[in-house]
């Protein structure tokens, strides 16, 4: 899952959290994380379930209950990819993402959006914005991504409503926080869990809906 700072170029530091760093990529003035969110606690310190088992899984998205886990449950994984989290994670008024840093809304993603297909003619499904912002290594299918931003997306699949793992080298979902809720609703009344698809064979970013189901 990207996060951004709230704050036509590309430029990249070092940005660092105690004893922790993150590299971040500035686009169209705003700062986005290279790596997917990788943390087991809120802001506060307290936990988030590590939901391994599907059954766990189940349980959490049924009881909204704020779980992560790595794909497979496989630590190398998490190293590469990020942990995957459920949108009771992200919407949490505790706070999933660091100190001044959000999960990006779709406001955020909508002005990444244009600015990375601003010489394309913008109509959904046409754009070139996957293929941009893609890594170029690692996907299985289609094509890798030119990486024209440093965006770095990788292929590191979703977690489905059944405690399925899916997509790892094809695709990955990431989620984007309604601006409608964002700071004033948490768990399940949180309006919308909207996340953007990016698969191997398709150029563009989708944007889409998935009823709080899914782990992204």
Known sequence: MKFTFCSVYCMTFWFFFGQDSIKLVLV????????????????NGDPIKNAQTRQEWIDCLQSG?????????????????????????????????????RVAHNGDYSRLYIEVNKDVDNYPGHGLVGLRLKDSLDWEVGQGGEDQFDFSILPGGYRNENGDFMGKGRETALWVRDTATYGSHSLGDAYSSPYA????????????????????
């Open 65 to 101: 209950t704020p779980a992560y886990c790595a794909y497979l449950n496989d630590p190398a994984n998490a190293q590469k990819y990020g942990y995957i989290y459920n949108w009771f994670a992200i919407a949490d008024l505790r706070g999933l993402a660091p100190n001044e840093t």
């Open 197 to 216: 698809l990016i698969h191997g064979q398709k150029q563009d970013i989708l944007f889409q809906t998935d009823g709080k189901r899914s782990g992204c």
């Open 28 to 43: 169209n003035q705003q700062w986005w994380s290279m790596t997917n969110l990788s943390v087991t606690t809120f802001r």
